[in-house]
Nanobody
Framework: QVQLVESGGGLVQPWGSLRLACRAP???????????ITWYRQAPGKQREVVAA???????TYADSVKGRFTISRNNSRKTVWLQMNSLEPEDTAMYYC?????????WGQGTQVTVSS
């Protein structure tokens, strides 16, 4: 059983920054390093969409809408994946979730709310 826990969301003004964390508190470090982690977001009335992903080897991918503003990274010893979000826009307002698939089973965290508003 994989548990993912997100944190770091909040209310921020446009052009502000937030850093989200996705932790796997029950994982063993040697197992966590094999996880590929994806950040998704879902705004009210919209479908859930991919924001950024990081593979077990550290390869990263980003949605076009966040390229150059968001950075995904990982620290395997801390069993954590970070999503650094800069130059936030009102359109980034959403619930952010982290996700992984292990042995064909999909795991989601509970989500953390990001609201960008003046």
């Amino acid at each position: 059983q994989v548990q993912l826990v997100e944190s770091g969301g909040g209310l921020v003004q446009p052009w502000g920054s937030l850093r989200l964390a996705c932790r796997a508190p029950r994982a063993i470090c040697s197992v966590f390093r094999d996880y590929s982690i994806t950040w998704y977001r879902q705004a009210p009335g919209k479908q859930r969409e991919v924001v950024a992903a990081i593979s077990d080897t550290g390869t990263t991918t980003y949605a076009d809408s966040v390229k150059g503003r968001f950075t995904i990274s990982r620290n395997n010893s801390r069993k954590t994946v970070w999503l650094q979000m800069n130059s936030l826009e009102p359109e980034d307002t959403a619930m952010y979730y982290c996700h992984t698939t292990q042995y064909g089973v999909v795991y989601w965290g509970q989500g953390t709310q990001v609201t960008v508003s003046s």
